[in-house]
């Protein structure tokens, strides 16, 4: 057997098992059928408390805050990806105007927020409001039709994705053996290694009305 | 059950065998070279990690202390926004020409501003723009007003500024905050990776312990299992078993000495039989020794009695005379009879001792041809050939024995055959050379030797035919052992018995 796929099988053995997105926590979300749009409203408040000082002076001192939300739609009971998509959050203080911005960016297009309290702002780059989820014609309608639920995984400030050789001299023999060892690390050193924060969740079941 | 006694009689206990010892030892070592690098690799991660969170720390101090000088920047660059709009302001109170002239050459000269505006004291507004070259969708924009008065303290309009900012400024800020937040969620996340890298040191070093170990445990199983069927072996020998025999197979030194105890333990059970042999041979020459001279002595006596007794006959009673010719007659023929048993047996019992000399096969070969050739004159039809080996092999033997080895195998075959009828008889003596020995054969188209009696026909006076003595053969074989050789009794080709004589060869040198 080559190395390889042996490192990976080792490296995945502990994802499969706890793979199934089921058996995430679940938080309330609102589901909306809007023309050919499924549009989700959900609250995730704990991915930038309150208390969280560190988070709230990196906002205060003007750096860009990143929350990137990846949203996938799963047929439930049946691990059928219906679609994926990814929203990225960005709130930040405006030190020239002394306001606070929240910039969106959904389906290739940025849009901004103007806000004159942090909690506000805070409030509203944590919500995901009426934001579009898949295309109804990508769900089934029937009378028993099946369940979907939105796995949803949300960064704040996303570490940098580099290669495991720190960026440098990729390709020989001994830095792909370091990239396959930084992997299965990165594996087991869990969410608290990719980012500042994750809160990884899913939805309630929903459905389309027949 | 042999394997049971075998057990009990080596009494080792669990921990005393050396298939456990060597597996035993085998993973200790393995369990100390894998923690010994385990240990060293930790302390190389806990080392450089420790270098890597002075780094980081220093590295998050060096961005901290940037964050208020970005402030300053802009705070100072939002006061010369302001002090920029007031200058316009004053220059535009005091121009000379129209406003619109002032603006045109205002706005062109100042070119971070995007959009130039004056509100005059009547009402109407003068702008300028550069809109379409600095769009708000890419550019943060900045605006500035400030309203003026003339020299008669009415005021003499607003000029208001909107500045384009310099995106580099929070281009190279944001830059700095996104490095900062990687060190800190770097810092943060120092612990867990650690762990996680001790974790697959850990899973490493198991599964290189684990296959190490199941590799030692093959060897040495391999290993010990050749050492302990050497043992078993010698221990039944040890117990008078020469039949044993070690199944330890391989190419390694424990195979190699399994093979040479085998060979050892034929040429002991060869040699066990040759002497076991040569002694009953021995007690039985003696016994023939003394049975012909108990039975010679008396013979002339009565055999000169006996003649006596026909030559004083007087011849006066015919009947008398006829009846006493025949008896001595009678009594003549069995002394005779007894007088050529008595030769065997002497013959036997006095097997000379071997004398050997280097000597060639096919001398042997043509002097025995030559001198017993006559073996069947008696029917012309009858056949004995002898063909000689090419290269005529040099065997150390002694010439005299071993043409009386020949004459022997080819007397017994001759008589064998016309006993069983065979006409006519056919003969075959013929060599083969191997590089070590030198086999001789005699074949014959007789009544052959059963499968069963193939060994049996070499003991003493162990004989079928009715005329035999059965000694022959057991003379033939003691002399054959006396060369180092041996001999043996096959199914002919010709379709009677098979002879062979395997004698060791000599060197060409």
Redo the contacts between chains.
């Keep these: 057997m080559k190395r390889r796929p042996l490192l990976i099988g080792l490296a995945a053995a502990p994802l499969v098992a706890f793979a199934r997105p089921e058996s995430l926590s679940t938080r309330k979300a609102r589901v909306e059928e809007v023309g050919a749009s499924v549009l989700m409203t959900l609250e995730l408040p704990t991915l930038i408390k309150a208390r969280d000082t560190d988070a709230l002076k990196s906002i205060d001192s003007s750096f860009d805050t990143t929350l990137r939300y990846s949203l996938r739609v799963w047929e439930h009971g049946t691990r059928e990806l219906i679609t994926s998509r990814v929203v990225v959050v960005k709130i930040r203080r405006d030190p020239w105007k002394k306001r606070y911005v929240v910039s969106t960016r959904a389906e290739g297009k940025w849009t901004k927020r103007f806000f004159e309290t942090r909690d506000a702002a805070v409030a509203a780059a944590t919500t995901l409001r009426r934001q579009k989820v898949a295309a109804v014609g990508q769900l089934e309608r029937t009378e028993d039709g099946p369940y979907y639920f939105v796995e949803v995984l949300a960064l704040r400030n996303p570490l940098a994705e580099t290669d495991a050789a720190g960026g440098t001299a990729r390709g020989r023999g001994g830095d792909r053996d370091l990239e396959w060892f930084s992997r299965i690390v990165d594996v087991l050193a869990g969410e608290r290694a990719r980012a500042e924060k994750v809160v990884h969740v899913r939805t309630n079941p929903f459905y389309l009305l027949p | 059950m042999a394997e049971q006694q075998d057990g009990m009689r080596m009494g080792t206990s669990f921990w005393g065998r050396l298939e456990v010892r060597v597996i035993a030892a085998l993973a200790l070592l393995g369990t100390l070279c894998v923690g010994a690098s385990a240990y060293l690799v930790n302390l190389a991660v806990d080392y450089f990690d420790a270098r890597v969170g002075d780094t980081l720390v220093r590295a998050q101090a060096v961005a901290g202390q940037v964050?208020p000088f970005?402030?300053a920047l802009?705070?100072s660059q939002?006061s010369a926004y302001g002090a920029r709009t007031r200058a316009l302001a004053l220059e535009f109170a005091l121009r000379d020409g129209s406003p619109q002239t002032w603006l045109d050459a205002a706005f062109a000269r100042e070119s971070d501003v995007v959009q130039l505006r004056i509100e005059l004291p009547d009402g109407r507004t003068l702008a300028r723009d550069r809109e379409s070259e600095y769009p708000h969708e890419s550019f943060?924009w900045?605006d500035v007003a400030h309203t003026v008065q003339g020299a008669d303290g009415k005021t003499a309009g607003t000029v208001q500024a909107v500045f384009r900012?310099d995106p580099a400024i929070d281009a190279r800020?944001?830059a700095?905050?996104?490095e900062?937040?990687?060190l800190?969620?770097?810092q943060?996340?120092r612990d867990?990776?650690e762990?996680?890298?001790e974790?697959?040191m850990a899973?490493a070093s198991g599964l290189v312990l684990l296959l190490s170990l199941l590799a030692g445990f093959a060897v040495a199983r391999a290993t010990t299992r050749k050492a302990t069927e050497l043992s078993r072996a010698m221990r039944r020998v040890a117990s008078g078993d020469l039949s044993v025999r070690s199944r330890a197979k391989g190419t390694d030194e424990l195979g190699q000495l399994s093979l040479a105890f085998n060979d050892m333990l034929d040429e002991l059970q060869g040699a066990q039989e040759r002497v076991a042999y040569l002694q009953r041979i021995g007690a039985w020459q003696e016994m023939a020794r003394r049975i012909a001279h108990e039975i010679k002595n008396p013979l002339t006596p009565i055999l000169l009695a006996v003649q006596q007794l026909r030559d004083k006959d007087p011849g006066n009673d015919a009947r008398f005379s006829a009846m006493l010719r025949t008896s001595t007659e009678i009594v003549e023929d069995e002394v005779q009879a007894l007088r050529r048993m008595v030769t065997s047996f002497s013959q036997f019992a006095k097997v000379p001792e071997v004398r050997t000399e280097p000597v060639a096969l096919g001398r042997v070969l043509d002097e025995f041809e030559r001198a017993y050739g006559h073996l069947t004159d008696e029917d012309e039809d009858d056949v004995l050939t002898v063909r000689r080996a090419e290269p005529d092999p040099q065997i150390r033997g002694d010439r005299q024995l071993l043409k009386q080895v020949l004459v022997n195998l080819v007397e017994n075959a001759v008589l064998s055959a016309r006993e069983a009828g065979r006409s006519p008889v056919n003969v075959q003596v013929h060599a083969e050379v191997s590089p070590t020995a030198v086999v001789v054969y005699v074949d014959d188209n007789g009544p052959g030797i059963p499968n069963g009696r193939r060994l049996a026909v070499f003991e003493p006076y162990e004989t079928t035919r009715e005329q035999g003595t059965g000694l022959g053969l057991a003379i033939v074989k003691k002399i054959v052992l006396d060369h180092d050789g041996e001999v043996w009794a096959d199914a002919s080709p010709l379709g009677g018995a098979r002879f062979a004589i395997r004698l060791p060869r000599l060197g060409d040198d």
């Design positions: 964050e970005h402030h802009v705070e939002i943060e900045f900012i800020y944001q700095l905050g996104s900062k937040r990687d800190g969620a770097e943060a996340s867990d990776v762990r996680a890298v974790r697959v899973i």
